[in-house]
């Protein structure tokens, strides 16, 4: 079974840094993508960064210039660099991979760890 740790999450001033850790197992095939999401109450979950095997990274525009992703797809591992931190970055992120295997395609999420961050 496939399962999707994250860890580095936490409470942070404004303007200070945080890196999030995704860290896969259990899989039997090196995924295509992997990124992260965020989710505040109330609000739909949102795409904050992606990396895709062959691909340059995307990202959201609210967080262009202050994220980065950075993958390790030996290891199925994902990280994101958050600088510059603003209170609206405040959210449960969540690590989140896809692959094809055998022709059929698989997506995985982790449970998602929490950011605060306060002016």
């Known amino acids: 079974q496939v399962q999707l740790e994250e860890s580095g999450g936490g409470s942070v001033q404004a303007g200070e840094s945080l890196r999030l850790s995704c860290v896969s197992s259990?899989?039997?095939?090196?995924?295509?993508?992997m990124g992260w999401y965020r989710q505040v109450p109330g609000k739909q979950r949102e795409m904050v960064a992606s990396v895709s095997t062959g691909t340059n990274a995307n990202y959201a525009d609210s967080v262009k210039g202050r994220f980065t992703i950075s993958r390790d797809s030996v290891k199925n591992t994902v990280y994101l660099q958050m600088n510059s931190l603003r209170p609206e970055d405040t959210a449960v992120y969540f690590c989140?991979?896809?692959?094809?295997?055998?022709?059929?395609?698989?997506?995985?999420w982790g449970q998602g760890t929490q950011v605060t961050v306060s002016s």
């Open positions: 989140n991979a896809m692959g094809t295997y055998v022709r059929r395609t698989y997506e995985y």
């Open positions: 259990g899989s039997r095939f090196r995924f295509d993508a």
